[in-house]
């Protein structure tokens, strides 16, 4: 394949030289229900990365590889069997520091809307009226605010997926760790929710890890698109996103770069999924169509 201009990309087991790395992992290993009867399930094997202060990465890669593992390590909900993890330099744990997007929403039932996002800002912000005209604020930016006083099993799927964004986000955390966060959004609202998203990170850089199967989606928001996959997790390659930003005030998917950037991305998890022997696909002769 020949592509004009060669995506920059770069084995993650060398961090950029410079500024020191905010969120680190070196060598981690996991392996779940190891020691049990059957032999366990790596999900991440040698994982190595290094995520600059302010940056936006997208993790992208077929399902089981290992993403969700990587964040809930990052969060400190998970210990690797080995390897290190620094997040500014430290041990991670859990804390208002950092929010947390699950691929799950994990809303609480019996709590409206308001009082989910309220719920999560207890620590951070103990004054009552101040808690809430925050909770109002971010829900208002993922469009909910006609449903503040609504129930979660009031609300669709993908309403429910934007309350638990609002959730982590109204914590203004310095690390943002998002889990397919607009998965089961309609396209539409897909596409402002990402505008939306980006408008604020830009506004108040944190660095964020974000985790979708969308490559598009992961090319669009990204400074750095980290691709992972298949079985047993691991990162094969880190491609920088040179794309100018904001990118909400151009159309950023007609151009060339993107294309260029989308094709390369494409070609390589095809060449994954095809040579993967656990694939459904696997040995499938499936042209480029180029
Ligand atoms: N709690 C768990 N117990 C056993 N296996 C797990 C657990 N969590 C994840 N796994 C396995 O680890 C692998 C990676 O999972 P995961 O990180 O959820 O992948 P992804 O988010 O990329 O879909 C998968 O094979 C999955 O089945
Ligand atoms: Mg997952």
Redesign the pocket.
Known sequence: MNYPVAPTSHAMTSAPATAPARIVLEGVNKT??AGEKNAG?V?LKDVNLAVPDRAFVSLL??????????LRIVNGLLAPDSGRVLISGAPPRPGPNMGFVF?SFRLIPWSTIRGNVEFALVDAIPDRAERRARADRYIELVGLSRFADAYPSELSGGMRQRVALARALAVEPDILLM?EPFASIDAQTRELMQMELMRLWSARKSVALF?THSVDEAILLADQVVL??P?P?RILEVIDVDLERPRWTYDVRAEKRFIELRAYLWDRIRTLVLNDPGSDFYGRNLGTGR
Do not use: L, N, W, Y
């Open positions: 779940f229900g399930t999900a890669g077929p399902s089981g590889c290992g993403k969700t593992t990587v691929q889990d985790v992972m996959g079985r997790g």
